[in-house]
Each structure stands twice: as structure tokens, then as C-alpha cells.
Nanobody, 121 residues
Framework: QVQLVESGGGAVQAGGSLRLSCTAS????????MDWYRQAPGKQRELVAG???????NYADSVKGRFTISRDYAKNTVTLQMNSLEPEDTAVYYC???????????????WGQGTQVTVSS
């Protein structure tokens, strides 16, 4: 079994910063991608930023230049540094990892429980 645990959400004023972290644990053989998604009330879940092994990170246009994603491959951790936050960034943020477990030859997606980010104007 694989678990993803997120931390770092909270409430800030516009222009502030938050740092989200997500750590994968359990029966992990390999992780080839880790991403951050978000879902605002009444909206679909959207990709915020992703990082795939061996590739450059990718970002949603709305967060380019403000958010930075990074991975610690040894610790199976992905971090999202969010600067210059805007009220439109308010959402529940979810971590996703594409994982090959020790009992499988295929990769499957696993999700964290979500962490709330609230930005006030």
C-alpha cells in the first residue's frame, strides 16, 4: 500500500506565501512523477504543477512565475513553494504520485487527502 501525506496549507493574505509538502510512503518501488492539483468550490480539479523524472517541471499558466515545484527523490517528497498568492489561488490542493509499488509492474496514481489554501484580499 502507498500513502501520500500533505502538509503546509493555511490562510494568508494576498501577496503572501505558503509552502506545501507531500511525502509518499509505503511499498514503493519507483515514482516517475509527482504533481500538485487544486480544486476550488464549484470547479473541476486542475493541474497546478508537475515534475516527472528526467524532465523539466511544468506549470499551469496561472501560476507560472509565482509557484515553484521541486522533488527530493531520496525522500519521495514533492514541495510546492507558492509566492505572490492571489485570492484566485484559494482551493484544496492535492498531491498526486505515479507509483510502481513493490508488488506491481505497473504504475498507478495515488492521491493525498488534500490541504486547504485560503487567500484573502
Amino acid at each position: 500500500q502507498v500513502q501520500l501525506v500533505e502538509s503546509g496549507g493555511g490562510a494568508v493574505q494576498a501577496g503572501g506565501s505558503l509552502r506545501l509538502s507531500c511525502t509518499a510512503s509505503g511499498s514503493i518501488f519507483s515514482i516517475n512523477a509527482m504533481d500538485w492539483y487544486r480544486q476550488a468550490p464549484g470547479k473541476q480539479r486542475e493541474l497546478v504543477a508537475g515534475i516527472t523524472t528526467g524532465r523539466m517541471p511544468n506549470y499551469a499558466d496561472s501560476v507560472k512565475g509565482r509557484f515553484t515545484i521541486s522533488r527530493d527523490y531520496a525522500k519521495n517528497t514533492v514541495t510546492l513553494q507558492m509566492n505572490s498568492l492571489e485570492p484566485e489561488d484559494t482551493a484544496v490542493y492535492y498531491c498526486r504520485a505515479n507509483v510502481r509499488s513493490t508488488t506491481s509492474i505497473a504504475f498507478y496514481s495515488y492521491w493525498g487527502q488534500g490541504t486547504q489554501v485560503t487567500v484573502s484580499s
